[in-house]
């Protein structure tokens, strides 16, 4: 029986885990992420997983230790975030080349300097080539949907990478919402055992992982990652048309909402879409602009030709960045605006609440407001904008 | 005391004078670097005697001009608005890495990491043990109060066995988490730090005891003798879920159990 409970952002990914089971966490405290942690170590104390969990001395031996658990046949999962996902960089990349399925709840929160411990997806965006899949989460309930679907997705013999289940820190993460949670058995049956086929234990066929590869066979290594990387979008979508089988909730890897007439259509990923989909709802209302929210849930792999197909009717487009490619602008943007290369109307960039500073309802508004008047005036300069800066 | 006793009804009535710099003279204040302002620690928390420690010591010692900070991540995180010296934060674990490059480039400043346990004895470790081994010349307060604190209470590497923490609900079991962390004792097989030692905060002879060594490991810099390290046994009420007195009792009575009081290593005085 599915139960209905409030919990946090970081209670419902504790909860997946719980429902996970895995065979090995090991992890190191970083606000906000931290709870989830404490939640889950609870659960292992309480006796209700059997995980070996292991309180390590830093993230970078954090990912290490599921690293090498995944590789030995565990399955593995980890949390972290900001300058945490920052020390793990190192090992992020080796754990997508070697082909762990690891899943890992990153808690969104900016990049030092200056310290910070608040909301934006500089550490996640910053990961984006790291050959991790990403699904990001615009509330508590996607959070808990998107930890257990991540591991059908990373262990499927197809994929076998691994993948980033990103939720908003403290906007999420600390927010008490009410959580639809699946019974175990339904979870157990949905994410099913982990088997590697070449796992570091097997004596019968004795396993090498990560070793020396230089001009005589790196290249071909990428070539499997990238391939790999193919494969997951059909993946991810069968998951989450089963899940949604399963348990009502189905999931894609972009979310339209209110997209099929409308003229002004802003993009984005995150918690913010919830209110830019309120902005929506009230701006049609009140002042009868056709607008539409494009959510993207899976940001890799990259869902260009689908974001492009979402948005060809618009007559302007605004994509929202919390986060800034240094000398580029939004990393959002910029590969958006290449899945749409060779016509397909003007687009708008907005970078907006980096390092925690709120995204109102008022300021989500102006944005589309924003994009009505540079669709009518035709002025479409500057293209990178900034939302509730104090300048 | 010329003219105690003076203004509390019970002394002699006196017809000495006396000078205005004399009924001025002030016994006790704040130090000047010690900002007038309220901190974020916990009631009870060591950090607030240690800031003031350091504030004493650095005018003192007249060097309050010369002295930059490195600031952790965690608890003491923002040391710099409490203590009025030039400070640089580092990222986790890495203070004695930033000392290092702060002291190379301004041997004649005072250049000392002020760090808790997490940052200095878990993440940082390595960065702890190589600055040592080089023998920086620069010194290294080390808090350690058995917890990470800022986290929200998680075990640390000098948890004690048996210790309750969000991370080990149940109590620090050897078995899986290994023992607590003595840093002291650690970089004592090292050749280079001149001054290793162990105290803590929790009386006040203890306040004066940690005073005297701060004030020595920043002498052993000035000198150019060398890389030193005072490690402090510092209460953490909050998350040891203990009343301060519970908490200042406990460090006596359990803490210096498994970290014993002392001078490890003090190189100054042999030579
Ligand atoms: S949590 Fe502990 S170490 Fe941190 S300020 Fe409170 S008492 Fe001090």
């Not at chain 1, 606000?31 to 059997?50: C, R, S």
């Not at chain 1, 929160?109 to 080539?129: E, K, Q, V």
């Not at chain 1, 929506?280 to 929210?293: H, I, N």
């Not at chain 2, 005391?1 to 003279?25: D, H, W, Y």
């Amino acid at each position: 029986m599915a139960e209905r409970m409030a919990l946090t952002g970081n209670d419902s990914a504790a909860y997946a885990f719980k429902q996970i089971n895995p065979d090995v966490v090991a992890a190191y405290p970083i606000t906000p992420q931290t709870e989830l942690m404490h939640k889950f170590a609870a659960y292992v104390a309480d006796g209700e997983v059997k995980t070996e969990f292991v309180p390590v001395e830093s993230e970078h031996s954090a990912m290490s230790a599921v690293i090498a658990a995944s590789l030995a046949g565990a399955r593995a999962c980890t949390a972290t975030s900001a300058n945490g996902l920052a020390l793990m960089w190192e090992m992020l990349y080796i754990a997508a080349s070697c082909r762990c399925p690891i899943v890992m709840p990153v808690i969104n929160r900016a990049l030092s300097a200056p310290i910070n411990i608040h909301c934006d997806h500089s550490d996640t965006m910053g990961a984006r080539d790291t050959g991790w899949i990403q699904l990001y989460s615009e509330n508590c309930q996607e959070a808990y949907d998107n930890a257990l679907q991540a591991v059908r997705i990373a262990e499927h013999p197809d994929v076998m990478l691994p993948v980033m289940v990103c939720l908003d820190g403290f906007i999420l993460s600390h927010t008490l919402e009410g959580l639809e949670a699946n019974d175990d058995e339904t979870v157990r049956n949905f994410i099913g055992e982990y088997e590697r086929s070449d796992n570091l234990l097997d004596v019968e066929r004795p396993q090498t992982f990560g070793a020396f590869a230089l001009q005589n066979y790196y290249f071909e290594f990428k070539k499997q990652q990238a391939d790999a990387m193919q494969e997951a979008p059909a993946v991810i979508d069968e998951v989450g048309k089963e899940y949604g089988e399963l348990t009502g909730r189905s999931y894609g890897r972009l979310d339209p909402y209110r997209c099929d007439d409308a003229d002004v259509i802003v993009v984005g990923l995150g918690s913010s879409m919830g209110t830019a989909k309120q902005a929506v709802d009230d701006l049609r209302d009140e002042a009868g602009l056709k607008c539409g929210v494009l959510k993207i849930r899976c940001f890799r792999p990259f869902p260009g030709d689908l974001i492009r197909q979402a948005l060809q009717n618009a007559a302007i487009v605004g994509v929202m960045d919390r986060a800034v490619s240094f000398g580029l602008g939004g990393p959002l943007f910029h590969e958006i605006r290449s899945a749409r290369y060779g016509g397909d109307g003007p687009m708008l960039n907005f970078i907006y609440g980096l390092g925690g500073r709120d995204l109102s309802l008022d300021l989500a508004k102006d944005v589309f407001r924003n994009l009505a008047e540079a669709k009518d005036s035709g002025q479409v300069e500057p293209v990178v904008r900034y939302v509730g800066l104090r300048e | 005391m010329r003219s105690g006793n003076a203004g509390n009804g019970m002394g002699k009535k006196t017809t000495t004078k006396r000078t205005e710099s004399e009924v001025k003279r002030v016994l006790y204040e704040r130090p000047r670097a010690l900002l007038d302002v309220h901190t974020h620690y916990c009631a009870g928390c060591g950090h607030g005697t240690m800031h003031r420690l350091l504030a004493e010591v650095l005018e003192e010692l007249g060097v309050l001009e010369q002295a930059i900070g490195v600031a952790p991540v965690g608890c003491a995180v923002l040391a710099y608005d409490y203590v009025d010296i030039d400070w640089t934060e580092a990222a986790h674990g890495r203070a004695p890495a930033v000392a290092t490059g702060l002291k190379r480039v301004h041997p004649d400043k005072v250049v000392f990491t002020y760090q808790g346990d997490g940052d200095l004895a878990s993440i940082g470790m390595a960065e702890t043990i190589h600055a040592a081994n080089r023998g920086e010349n620069i010194t290294v307060i080390f808090i350690n109060n058995a917890i990470y604190g800022m986290t929200q209470g998680q075990m640390a590497p000098t948890t004690l066995i048996g210790q309750k923490t969000k991370t080990t609900p149940r109590g620090r079991d050897p078995e899986t988490t290994g023992y607590p962390l003595k840093v002291c004792e650690l970089l004592d097989q090292l050749v280079a730090p001149v001054l290793l030692a162990r105290t803590t905060v929790v009386t006040p002879k203890h306040v004066r005891q940690t005073k005297a060594l701060l004030k020595k490991a920043f002498q052993c810099q000035m000198e150019n003798v060398g890389y030193s390290l005072i490690e402090v046994l510092s209460p953490c009420p909050t998350y040891w879920h203990m009343t301060p007195m519970e908490a200042y009792h406990f460090i006596e009575q359990t803490v210096t159990d498994s970290f014993p009081l002392g001078v490890i290593r003090d190189v100054k005085d042999r030579a």
